[in-house]
């Protein structure tokens, strides 16, 4: 059985400036208190988070804490699970964006053109609409939507511009789509600010969709912002990709560590400087900085745990 179930969920709500840090505060002591660790980033426009806990009854009563003292009756949340630990521990980040989009004026308040995943599953269908990533390139390197557009985008803060040179007909049937949904809240009132008129995100992102849909129109696996680095069809962690030891980026190309022969992936670029530099072709920094110290020696494996 997994060791751990996993919670995603966000809500836009206007807060206080003066009031984040003593809501930190109270984020921390009641993680504690329920053994939850996990990442959540808060900011005057409301609170986006992903929580992880062994006792998933634990995790459960925090987020209805969460709940009552945001004052959120309802949201919608994403569960996985996890064989091994998706957070070092909880970290809590206030930022002025919950989702950096580079807009903090745009705090989109209730719902603004969902489509459920039965709805989004119909209309994607036609061949008159058009299907955008909002994602980055590295997150639709590795799954999206079968006729989906790549924004070549190395940061969510590039799609306003991306959308200015998009060149597709803004009378058209347009659907976007991210990871949970929290990035199409704001990229829609973006789109619709350029002269998009018919646009519409799907309703709690990838993962609502795989949950309703684990064979329908996602191919290849969803990046997520956890040690996992991605789940599969049926919201489970990889087992194709995981975190590359040398740079914490993507890693898929297997190889043998020079120092301690445990297995591990490299990520394409880590891969190539392996070629001229054998150090990389290890498990770990701290293998690789035994490596080049005795590269004739082998010794005991030397992990590290990688946070995203």
């Keep these: 059985m997994p060791l751990y179930d996993v919670q995603s969920f966000y809500f836009f709500k206007k807060l206080e400036a003066q009031s984040l840090f003593s809501i930190r505060a109270w984020l921390m002591l009641k ?30 009563l925090l987020v209805k804490e969460i709940q009552q003292f945001f004052e959120q009756p309802t949201f919608d949340i994403k569960k996985s699970t996890s064989d091994k630990a998706p957070f070092r521990k909880f970290v809590v980040k206030i930022r002025d964006e919950i989702v950096t989009l580079g807009r903090p004026d745009v705090v989109p308040l209730g719902s603004h053109r969902h489509l459920s995943p039965e709805e989004w599953h119909k209309l994607i269908e036609q061949k008159d609409v058009v299907v955008i990533d909002t994602r980055n390139d590295y997150e639709y390197e590795i799954g999206t939507f079968e006729k989906a557009i790549d924004l070549n985008m190395k940061e969510f803060t590039e799609f306003s511009d991306k959308i200015k040179t998009l060149n597709t007909d803004k009378e058209k049937p347009h659907l976007i789509f991210c990871t949970g949904g929290i990035r199409c809240e704001k990229a829609i009132y973006e789109m619709e600010e350029q002269g998009y008129k018919n646009v519409y995100q799907l309703e709690g992102g990838i993962l609502n969709y795989m949950e309703k849909f684990p064979e329908g ?3 290849g696996e969803c990046f997520v912002f956890d040690s996992r680095v991605a789940l599969n069809k049926d919201l489970k962690p990889s087992t194709l ?8 980026e993507v890693g898929s190309i297997e ?30 920094k701290n293998c690789r900085h035994h490596y080049s110290l ?15």
């Design 255 to 284: 190889i043998d560590c020079k120092k301690c022969d445990e297995p591990t992936k490299l990520c394409k670029k880590c891969h190539k400087i392996a070629l001229d530099k054998p150090e990389y072709h290890t498990c770990s």
């Design 241 to 248: 990709y995981s975190l590359c030891p040398q740079c914490g």
């Design 31 to 60: 993680a504690e208190f329920f053994s939850v660790s996990g990442l959540v980033i808060l900011g005057e426009e409301g609170l986006n988070t992903t929580l992880a806990a062994r006792n998933s009854e634990q995790l459960d």
């Design 294 to 308: 005795n590269p004739t020696q082998k010794g005991p494996q030397q992990k590290q745990f990688y946070h995203r």
């Design 217 to 219: 129109h996602f191919k």
